[in-house]
């Protein structure tokens, strides 16, 4: 079985994973967590929410798919959502110093500076274009988004910011660090 975002993942399970079964499940490395307590039989601690999500019942064939969202983070900032083939940007920035390929440069998307999207997010059909380079107009962005802003709004209730793991004031997230660094 294969459960990717937009890489492989490979899941060899004789007599419970069919021979060449594929998913389109999505999927994170925070699922292997989650997955593995499953798998092992042991109870999750209930004082805290998980960010991944169990998997067994895919792998097992029990389900085909399990909506559920996939955020993009820098550092205390929501950058971006992924809920089945959409993914909305609520936030666009690149690299003032990134130089794109050829044809890899998006109008709106990659951008040199910070730009908050938040109230009109772009959104991208995955399963059209991987590579996000088309923004969905209007009308389309609209009908994605009915799908993805009940997520968004029950994340931001329940979300409890926590302290990033890389260096605050590091090369990392410097530019969305806190001021003073």
Known sequence: A???T??????????????????????????LFVTAAALAGLPLPSDRIYD?????????????E???????YRGNEMFAVRVGRYKAHYWTWSHKHYEFCPGQRVDGLT?????????????????????????????YAEKALRTIRPYVEEHKVNLTPGFP?????GNQVKNWAPKGC
């Not at 991944?52 to 389900?63: F, M, S, W, Y």
């Not at 399990?66 to 993009?72: A, C, L, N, S």
């Not at 793991?165 to 004031?169: D, F, I, T, V």
């Open 165 to 169: 793991s890389l260096n605050y004031c």
């Open 111 to 139: 951008t040199p500076d910070q730009v908050n999207r938040t109230e009109s997010p772009l959104v991208i059909d995955l399963e059209k274009c991987a590579g996000e380079m088309f923004i969905l107009g209007s009308f």
């Open 66 to 72: 399990i909506e559920r969202p996939v955020w993009y």
């Open 6 to 31: 937009q890489s492989t993942g490979i899941f060899w399970w004789p007599g419970v994973i069919a021979p060449g079964s594929i998913s389109h499940q999505l999927g994170t490395t925070m699922d």
């Open 2 to 4: 294969v459960v990717s």
């Open 52 to 64: 991944g999500i169990n998997l067994l019942p895919v792998l097992k064939g029990e389900l085909e």
